[in-house]
């Protein structure tokens, strides 16, 4: 692609094209099967009251089920991927919007299912799974269910609490407006002293800029803005983490924690093991902040030194076709199988490689259980980009290995196990270029960028980890989360985490108000996790060979099957042990050992 005018989508060569047609060579059957998601629907209704009357009535029930949501998934991925190849299409757009207000339908009609099949007494249910060899498919799913039972309310509190739903998401509404539409940075003198408004989107490009003026200066302006509203984001934060804390109470659970962490089946101690370990490792970071230090040639070094690349990248394109041949040489460990799978999928269309007009930003996998995994990408010749082709493409070999193994129920993967199979991609390229990178200073830089990926997601993901559990408990133990507090709290886990090295200022204590994942509590450990399981796999398939490599792939194949923490032990991981997050630990202390030496 040389010329650098962005093209419109019929100006891109079919061949970097997703082969889309696949799902639906004639776009009127669209319409023919919302219609008939939309009468299934209307007779599933019918089965209310009687959901458990027999193993047949109950085997019924799971399979329309089943085959409404395959059917409406399919159209509704179908609709979304086409608007993202260029969203200034309307008729994608509407076709989009329909399928989103059918989910919703759909969703109301459907939601009897659970009460009414707690309803049931648990013997009865489980004597229906012996009766009926078709139930056998669906006892995982069933017993799952039942070990939520004593979290489940009647049918007229659960009725009460779904009618509740809209307001008690309201805080994480009201904070996504302030933080997307009203929020504003101000403008800042940039590298070339052309004034540049600062935004979200580029404040981490200025955040890396060689020049320390235009770090600084993003800097302030990022925090002042929330420092000017501050009180604003407290209360909602505050009135976030009461929610969290009266729903975990109102269903029974010993807390927030508790509750948040049940739906995966994922033990408290899990989280705790994370947060030790990584506690008792810190050490490696402040000796991490000490060498940047010494390389920025700073006398001190602040809060804003710490996202700039020590390295600069040797410039260099890689062509998309090279991209391929770098992405089959870094994951040969996987084996034959494994390449030649995603070989096929190369050919048969799952990747949509370049920018167009119009076209979603980014990258992603995506796809219905009946469709390829396909991918998005925003190809630009860059080593940036060919990590992101084997994050993406280890997310589609995952779907395409479970979709083949496990019935619709189970064929789809949680957050838990999903980044595993992308991250074990990328260790395993990175792994790969470094093994045959004889440059110094392309060492280096491959080195840096390793620590980086380590630094912002195994160490800032379980730091804010930390925080969540701070402001829940304070709320737990009868507490007010005010301002003051949390501005405090955090700039003390600040201080903890990046060490002695870095100089404490008053703008970072503002952090922890800029961050949406916090809206949606309990959820950013599992990068933590999920990034160390994907470490220890990826080591374990390079020392072992093929018994790891086999066991990963079997791992693969299993979707939702079982609860995450077992299928990763099919792996070789056993997460609810802190040692993959200690042998994770080491990785990160000889990447800095090595990059020590090499300054």
Same mark, same amino acid.
Request: net charge negative.
């Given at each position: 692609m040389g010329d650098k005018a962005l093209k419109t989508r019929d100006q891109i060569d079919s061949k970097y094209k997703w082969n889309i047609e696949a799902m639906f060579p004639d776009e009127t059957q669209i319409e023919a099967d919302i219609e008939d998601v939309l009468a299934q629907t209307k007779e599933y209704e019918q089965l209310a009251g009687h959901l458990t009357e027999s193993s047949a009535s109950l085997l019924k029930a799971l399979k329309s089920r089943d085959a409404i949501w395959q059917k409406l998934e399919k159209v509704f991925v179908y609709a979304r991927m086409r608007r993202d190849e260029d969203n200034r299409r309307? +008729? $994608? +757009?509407?076709?989009?919007?329909?399928?989103?207000?059918?989910?919703? +339908?759909? &969703?109301? !009609?459907? %939601?009897? @299912?659970?009460?009414?099949l707690l309803d049931a007494p648990e013997e009865t249910l489980l004597s229906y799974i012996k009766q009926e060899p078709g139930l056998k498919e669906y006892e995982f799913l069933i017993r799952d269910i039942l070990r939520e039972k004593a979290h489940v309310l009647t049918k007229a509190e659960e009725n009460i609490l779904a009618q509740m739903s809209e307001i008690t998401g309201a805080t994480n509404d009201i904070f996504t407006m302030l933080n997307n539409a009203d929020i504003k940075f101000g403008t800042i003198t940039d590298e070339d002293g052309d004034e540049a408004e600062l935004t979200h989107g580029n404040y981490i490009t200025f955040m890396e800029s060689h020049d320390r003026r235009v770090r600084k200066d993003a800097y302030d302006h990022m925090y002042g803005a929330f420092k000017s509203l501050?009180?604003?984001? /407290? /209360?909602? $934060?505050?009135?976030?983490? *009461?929610?969290?804390?009266?729903?975990?109470?109102?269903? *029974?659970?010993?807390s927030a924690r508790q509750a948040a962490l049940s739906g995966?089946?994922?033990?408290?101690?899990?989280?705790?093991?994370?947060?030790?370990?990584?506690?008792?490792n810190l050490p490696a970071v402040h000796r991490y902040m000490e060498i940047r230090k010494k390389m920025l040639n700073v006398d001190k070094l602040y809060m804003y030194d710490v996202y700039v690349p020590l390295v600069e990248l040797p410039k260099k394109d890689i062509p998309y076709e090279e991209a391929l041949d770098i992405m089959r040489a870094g994951l040969a460990p996987l084996g034959e199988e494994y390449i030649s799978r995603m070989n096929a999928g190369l050919k048969e269309g799952w990747i949509d490689v370049y920018e167009n007009e119009g076209k979603t930003s980014g990258a992603y &996998? @995506?796809?219905?259980?009946? %469709? #390829?995994?396909?991918?998005?990408?925003?190809?630009?010749?860059?080593? *940036?980009?060919?990590?992101?082709?084997?994050h993406e493409m280890g997310h589609s070999m995952h779907s395409s290995y479970t979709r083949e193994a496990q019935p619709y129920i189970y064929g789809s993967h949680s957050i838990f196990t999903a980044e595993v199979a992308s991250t074990v991609n990328e260790s395993l390229l990175m792994r790969h270029l470094l093994d045959k990178e004889t440059d110094p200073k392309m060492r280096k830089y491959l080195l840096n960028l390793y620590i980086e990926e380590f630094r912002t997601t195994l160490f800032r993901q379980t730091m804010f980890a930390e925080f969540e559990q701070l402001t829940h408990k304070a709320i737990e133990d009868g507490e007010v989360l005010t301002a003051e507090w949390m501005c405090e709290e955090y700039q003390k886990l600040n201080d903890k985490y990046f060490g002695p090295a870095v100089e404490q200022d008053d703008t970072i204590r503002y952090e922890?108000?800029?961050?949406?994942?916090? $809206?949606?509590? @309990?959820?950013?450990? *599992? $990068? !933590?996790?999920?990034? /160390?399981?994907?470490?220890?796999? &990826?080591s374990k398939i390079l020392k072992e060979g093929a018994p790891a490599r086999d066991a990963y792939i079997e791992f693969l194949k299993?979707?939702? &099957?079982?609860h995450p923490i077992e299928l990763l032990k099919l792996a070789g991981v056993d997460m609810s042990s802190p040692q993959p997050i200690q042998q994770? #630990?080491?990785? @990160?202390?000889?990447?800095?050992?090595?990059?020590? +030496?090499?300054?």
């Open positions: 309307t +008729q $994608y +757009q509407a076709m989009t919007d329909r399928c989103q207000t059918v989910i919703a +339908q759909v &969703s109301a !009609a459907m %939601s009897f @299912f659970t009460p009414e501050i009180n604003t984001i /407290s /209360s909602a $934060y505050n009135y976030n983490t *009461k929610t969290d804390v009266i729903s975990a109470r109102i269903r *029974k659970y010993d995966d089946n994922i033990p408290e101690e899990v989280y705790d093991n994370l947060v030790k370990v990584v506690n008792d &996998s @995506f796809g219905s259980y009946d %469709s #390829m995994p396909y991918i998005l990408l925003n190809y630009t010749d860059t080593l *940036k980009d060919v990590f992101t082709i084997v922890w108000a800029r961050i949406p994942h916090f $809206y949606n509590a @309990f959820y950013v450990y *599992k $990068y !933590a996790t999920g990034y /160390s399981a994907a470490t220890a796999i &990826s299993t979707g939702e &099957s079982d994770a #630990m080491e990785t @990160f202390r000889g990447l800095v050992e090595e990059f020590e +030496q090499l300054v």
